[in-house]
């Protein structure tokens, strides 16, 4: 089969790691049988973010390196005054986070030349080439941006936000906003009280309900049905939706899936590959001696937020999604290591152009196959019937 040049990248977090991301796309580019020069659709979440947003904006996988080598990821900590034990830790009481991060976002808006997601439509117009993950953990959803963020409100803001006029930093901020270390980002969800839900589907009756979902499902009504009637909150209820924004890695850190989502029944037009990491440290290494030292409750806690971050998305790790990731080793490199050596650097560097020459030399597109078992040269599915007997054939 014709080797094609162009893929579409899902990128993990993982920190400062997220620069041996950047070595596997440079081994990509520079493979003399099987390059990859042109990212069509990326993804990512925390750091992952960061390396798709650059990618969907037009920078190539050398920009991508010389970006991340140059970057000081430690000016990225922006504690109070009185520095990240003092400072940080007031901040953490009042904010929920040691660091502000808008250092971050700041640096990221003037690297994107304060780029919004208009700038990464498809050649349609229907959607976006660009996709971040990030959560509501208020809401206890997982959130694709810049999908979902027409359920929300800016804080102070009458109106939902609009995607296409929302800057693609922001997006990114929310993704990386690792709990504890960053402060959350605090969104309003736009939301209407559903009176009667009428003859849709999926609504809640005498409850709030996304606007957006009203306006959907009342649209999808065959005529002659009765719409949902609803009306807008009060005061008191709007102090409700107030919605608690943090790093996409917390849910699902590695969203392989997300193209296959947008496509499937499709024709199969490019492969999508997975870019991750295995060893290093996880977030909070250096803070580990001191953990060790709180209560259980503290530590049980603590616990299970780095268990959150990595079991779902290892466990998650079919055939269809092992013979498309790229797995690049971090050493002994930890997430929030932001004063990295050059020794470090080159490290990482290495390890991702290794990676990939690695996972090229044995890959092949008729072995290739996605969430749904579709290889290249599947016919797409007519019918649901259809997308059965192909998925059971494949079982």
Same mark, same amino acid.
């Given at each position: 089969?014709?080797?094609?040049?162009?893929?579409?990248?899902?990128?993990?977090?993982?920190?400062?790691?997220?620069?041996?991301?950047?070595?596997?796309?440079?081994?990509?580019?520079?493979?003399?049988?099987?390059?990859?020069?042109?990212?069509?659709?990326?993804?990512?979440?925390?750091?992952?973010?960061?390396?798709?947003?650059?990618?969907?904006?037009?920078?190539?996988?050398?920009?991508?390196?010389?970006?991340?080598?140059?970057?000081?990821?430690?000016?990225?900590?922006?504690?109070?005054?009185?520095?990240?034990?003092?400072?940080?830790?007031?901040?953490?009481?009042?904010?929920?986070?040691?660091?502000?991060?808008?250092?971050?976002?700041?640096?990221?808006?003037?690297?994107?030349?304060?780029?919004?997601?208009?700038?990464?439509?498809?050649?349609?117009?229907?959607?976006?080439?660009?996709?971040?993950?990030?959560?509501?953990?208020?809401?206890?959803?997982?959130?694709?941006?810049?999908?979902?963020?027409?359920?929300?409100?800016?804080?102070?803001?009458?109106?939902?936000?609009?995607?296409?006029?929302?800057?693609?930093?922001?997006?990114?901020?929310?993704?990386?906003?690792?709990?504890?270390?960053?402060?959350?980002?605090?969104?309003?969800?736009?939301?209407?009280?559903?009176?009667?839900?009428?003859?849709?589907?999926?609504?809640?009756?005498?409850?709030?309900?996304?606007?957006?979902?009203?306006?959907?499902?009342?649209?999808? #009504?065959?005529?002659?049905?009765? =719409? $949902?009637?609803? !009306?807008? @909150?009060?005061?008191?209820?709007?102090?409700?939706? +107030?919605? *608690?924004?943090?790093?996409?890695?917390?849910?699902?850190?590695?969203?392989?899936?997300?193209?296959?989502?947008?496509?499937?029944?499709?024709?199969?037009?490019?492969?999508?590959?997975?870019?991750?990491?295995?060893?290093?440290?996880?977030?909070?290494?250096?803070?580990?001696?001191?953990?060790?030292?709180?209560?259980?409750?503290?530590?049980?806690?603590?616990?299970?937020?780095?268990?959150?971050?990595?079991?779902?998305?290892?466990?998650?790790?079919?055939?269809?999604?092992?013979?498309?990731?790229?797995?690049?080793?971090?050493?002994?490199?930890?997430?929030?290591?932001?004063?990295?050596?050059?020794?470090?650097?080159?490290? #990482?560097?290495?390890?991702?152009? =290794? $990676?990939?020459? !690695?996972? @090229?030399?044995?890959?092949?597109?008729?072995?290739? +196959?996605? *969430?749904?078992?579709?290889?290249?040269?599947?016919?797409?599915?007519?019918?649901?019937?259809?997308?059965?007997?192909?998925?059971?054939?494949?079982?």
């Amino acid at each position: 089969m014709e080797w094609i040049d162009e893929a579409d990248g899902v990128f993990r977090g993982g920190g400062v790691k997220g620069l041996g991301l950047a070595g596997a796309l440079l081994g990509f580019a520079q493979h003399p049988t099987k390059p990859v020069h042109t990212w069509v659709n990326v993804a990512g979440a925390s750091a992952g973010a960061i390396i798709a947003c650059y990618l969907a904006t037009g920078h190539d996988a050398k920009d991508m390196v010389e970006l991340m080598k140059k970057t000081k990821f430690g000016s990225f900590q922006d504690f109070p005054p009185g520095g990240e034990y003092l400072g940080g830790f007031f901040n953490l009481v009042r904010k929920h986070g040691l660091a502000h991060g808008e250092a971050f976002r700041i640096w990221f808006d003037d690297e994107l030349d304060h780029a919004t997601f208009a700038t990464t439509k498809t050649k349609d117009g229907k959607g976006w080439r660009l996709k971040l993950i990030a959560v509501d953990a208020t809401n206890k959803a997982l959130l694709v941006l810049p999908d979902d963020l027409a359920r929300y409100r800016l804080p102070g803001a009458s109106a939902a936000i609009v995607p296409d006029e929302f800057p693609i930093a922001s997006a990114a901020r929310m993704s990386m906003s690792i709990p504890y270390f960053f402060e959350p980002v605090t969104l309003v969800r736009d939301r209407v009280f559903v009176i009667d839900a009428g003859d849709t589907d999926g609504l809640v009756a005498k409850a709030p309900n996304d606007r957006l979902d009203v306006q959907r499902a009342n649209d999808a #009504l065959p005529a002659g049905r009765k =719409a $949902a009637t609803t !009306r807008e @909150l009060t005061a008191q209820e709007w102090k409700l939706q +107030v919605s *608690t924004i943090i790093d996409g890695g917390t849910l699902s850190n590695f969203p392989v899936w997300l193209f296959d989502v947008d496509t499937a029944g499709g024709p199969l037009t490019r492969p999508t590959f997975g870019f991750t990491l295995t060893g290093g440290k996880g977030v909070g290494a250096g803070l580990n001696k001191v953990v060790a030292r709180l209560p259980w409750a503290a530590r049980f806690g603590y616990q299970i937020f780095q268990t959150a971050q990595e079991a779902w998305d290892a466990r998650f790790v079919s055939n269809s999604t092992r013979v498309r990731t790229i797995a690049v080793d971090a050493g002994t490199i930890g997430t929030t290591q932001f004063n990295l050596t050059a020794a470090d650097q080159k490290l #990482l560097i290495d390890n991702g152009i =290794a $990676a990939v020459d !690695r996972f @090229l030399d044995r890959f092949t597109l008729a072995d290739y +196959v996605n *969430t749904y078992g579709r290889h290249f040269g599947d016919r797409p599915a007519t019918d649901g019937k259809a997308a059965e007997k192909e998925l059971a054939g494949t079982a």
